[in-house]
């Protein structure tokens, strides 16, 4: 079953501008990760956030997340056209059972 | 090498065909994974194997067999397939035993089945 579900939303930004989505999840997880997928090939691991942390920065990304509110959310800053791409959080329960939710398909107009 | 190698890129079958898609990973992962992913939704867990032994198996129609020949290698045997199981098949490995089990995915194979 699939844990981690983005509330679905498809954005158009202009390059520059920051790109905010969201995922929710419904039972208790090791780590919450978040990935890129471009136009329907190979998923590429963006980062992973661990239950006990709260935020972590990666570069031009921003993750957060909210055991309580069972929660977490993604922020690409300063978006470039390259960035265009679907963003999937995937949740770890433990035993290597890594579940993928809805995605958002994110496209950054140059 | 941090590479995870599917063939083939592309198949087409037909119902009464049976095919293999493989994959390959140099990493010395011990945890292999195959998800199925239709257009526009997020991939399914299909199989989970540690150390080349069945983990999860997510009530996968027998049609589509697994199998994991040694620690580099997957591979996934289809038999029987429907036309609904046309998607994208993904194949991921990632290290057990570590608390940031990072997935690395191959490109993906594109079945059509006719």
């Known amino acids: 079953s699939q844990q981690g579900e983005e509330d679905p939303q498809a954005l158009s930004i202009q390059e520059g501008e920051n790109a905010t989505m969201n995922c929710s999840y419904k039972t208790s997880i090791n780590n919450l990760q978040w990935y890129r997928q471009n136009s329907g090939r190979g998923l590429v691991h963006l980062i992973l956030i661990r239950s006990n942390e709260r935020e972590k920065h990666s570069g031009r990304l921003r993750v957060t997340l909210d055991t309580s509110k069972k929660s977490s959310s993604l922020l690409i800053t300063a978006s470039r056209a390259a960035d265009t791409a679907s963003y999937f959080c995937?949740?770890?329960?433990?035993?290597?059972?890594?579940?993928f939710g809805k995605g958002n398909q994110v496209v950054v107009i140059p | 090498d941090t590479e995870v190698t599917q063939t083939p890129k592309h198949l087409v079958m037909g119902m009464t065909n049976k095919k293999s898609l493989k994959c390959e990973q140099h990493?010395?992962?011990?945890?292999m994974y195959w998800y199925k992913q239709k257009a526009k939704k997020p991939p399914e867990l299909m199989f989970v194997y540690s150390y080349e032994k069945l983990s999860i198996n997510e009530s996968v129609p027998s049609r589509f067999s697994p199998e994991c020949p040694n620690s580099s290698l997957l591979n996934l045997h289809l038999h029987a397939l429907q036309p609904e199981d046309s998607a994208l098949y993904l194949c991921?490995?990632?290290?057990?035993?570590?608390?940031?089990?990072?997935?690395?995915f191959g490109q993906g194979t594109r079945l059509t089945v006719v």
């Open positions: 995937a949740t770890d329960g433990g035993n290597n059972r890594l579940a």
């Open positions: 990493m010395g992962h011990r945890a």
């Open positions: 991921a490995s990632s290290l057990t035993g570590t608390p940031e089990p990072e997935a690395f």
